[in-house]
């Protein structure tokens, strides 16, 4: 004769599951002295970094201007490499070319001649501030002042998107852009339609990949964040109640350095990610 078992479930234990995000930090390792000229943007190339300086004010067109060249420890090695721009900022390298924004032009700088090659006038740009290489080797440039951004192919520009906000850091990544705009970061595609990936509200400015889908973004104002592919944002340093501010960055994937210029404090602070 087989013996029935009647269990009687007489509660139940409800879980309250909260997403747990790795959180991250930065350790700052050296700073260069207070002596650059209005630091904006800093742009690694092997050993070395380019900084652009405004050196006057940030949109006039005075000739204040240039790019300046540190190691990666923080040495200055030349602070007039280039002279002659008016408020540079964003920067990218494509072959032997350096191209820097300027108000409302691309100069494009020989790197093996030390020198301008050429300028590229982008006509209608009032402000414009960062600078992308895609895979294809387009270059996209950003006009914060008129809420645009410009493509540029074969020194060729074109507009590419416009009716933003306040467009100002962009990064190409694969077939993507993305851009900080006004109250937040987005991501286009070739649709040219923006998603919003978080909210920045003092407004963005330098943008850099991790690798893996996630961000660093600064606002100038003097807050940086550490951005999940899902929108999830992490404040790394909060600089707003000093002189110091976080400008352009640029990132070392390898070494997982941030290299952070202060703008209006006059240096470039550098911080090791963890």
Request: proline share 3%; hydrophobic share 35%; net charge positive.
């Given at each position: 004769?087989?013996?029935?078992?009647?269990?009687?479930l007489?509660?139940?234990?409800?879980?309250?599951?909260?997403?747990?995000?790795?959180?991250?930090?930065?350790?700052?390792?050296?700073?260069?002295?207070?002596?650059?000229?209005?630091?904006?943007?800093?742009?690694?190339?092997?050993?070395?970094?380019?900084?652009s300086l405004?050196?006057?004010?940030?949109?006039?067109k005075?000739?204040?201007?240039g790019?300046?060249?540190?190691?990666?420890?923080?040495?200055?090695?030349?602070?007039?490499?280039?002279?002659?721009?008016?408020a540079?900022?964003?920067?990218?390298?494509?072959?032997?070319?350096?191209?820097?924004?300027?108000?409302?032009?691309?100069?494009?700088?020989?790197?093996?001649?030390?020198?301008i090659?050429?300028?590229i006038?982008?006509?209608?740009a009032?402000?414009?501030?960062?600078?992308?290489?895609?895979?294809?080797?387009?270059?996209?440039?950003t006009?914060?002042?008129?809420?645009n951004?410009?493509?540029v192919?074969?020194?060729?520009?074109?507009?590419y998107?416009?009716?933003?906000?306040?467009?100002?850091?962009?990064?190409?990544?694969?077939?993507?852009l993305?851009?900080?705009?006004?109250?937040?970061?987005?991501?286009?595609?070739?649709?040219?339609?923006?998603?919003?990936?978080?909210?920045?509200?003092?407004?963005?400015?330098?943008?850099?990949?991790?690798?893996?889908?996630?961000?660093?973004?600064?606002?100038?104002?003097g807050?940086?964040?550490?951005?999940?592919?899902?929108?999830?944002?992490?404040?790394?340093l909060?600089?707003h109640?000093?002189?110091?501010?976080?400008?352009?960055?640029?990132?070392?994937?390898?070494?997982?350095?941030?290299?952070?210029?202060t703008?209006?404090?006059?240096?470039?602070?550098?911080?090791?990610?963890?």
């Open positions: 004769m087989k013996k029935l078992f009647k269990i009687t007489c509660g139940f234990v409800v879980l309250s599951v909260t997403p747990i995000y790795a959180q991250h930090s930065i350790k700052k390792t050296w700073s260069t002295d207070s002596v650059l000229a209005i630091p904006e943007s800093v742009l690694l190339a092997k050993e070395i970094m380019y900084v405004i050196d006057g004010d940030s949109w006039t005075d000739g204040k201007g790019v300046g060249k540190l190691t990666r420890s923080g040495k200055i090695i030349n602070q007039t490499w280039i002279t002659g721009l008016n540079p900022k964003g920067m990218v390298i494509k072959g032997d070319f350096l191209y820097v924004a300027d108000v409302d032009e691309l100069v494009v700088i020989s790197i093996s001649k030390n020198k090659d050429h300028k006038k982008i006509n209608g009032a402000g414009l501030n960062d600078v992308t290489l895609d895979k294809t080797g387009s270059i996209y440039v006009d914060t002042n008129k809420g951004v410009y493509k192919t074969n020194d060729k520009p074109e507009l998107l416009d009716n933003l906000k306040s467009a100002n850091g962009i990064k190409a990544v694969g077939d993507k993305y851009i900080l705009d006004g109250d937040g970061m987005y991501v286009t595609g070739k649709d040219k339609k923006l998603t919003k990936i978080c909210a920045l509200e003092h407004g963005g400015d330098g943008i850099e990949p991790i690798g893996n889908g996630d961000f660093l973004v600064t606002e100038w104002a807050y940086f964040y550490y951005v999940s592919a899902n929108g999830n944002k992490q404040l790394l909060d600089t109640a000093t002189n110091k501010r976080t400008a352009d960055i640029g990132y070392d994937p390898i070494r997982k350095i941030i290299y952070m210029p703008f209006s404090g006059k240096s470039v602070v550098a911080y090791t990610l963890d």
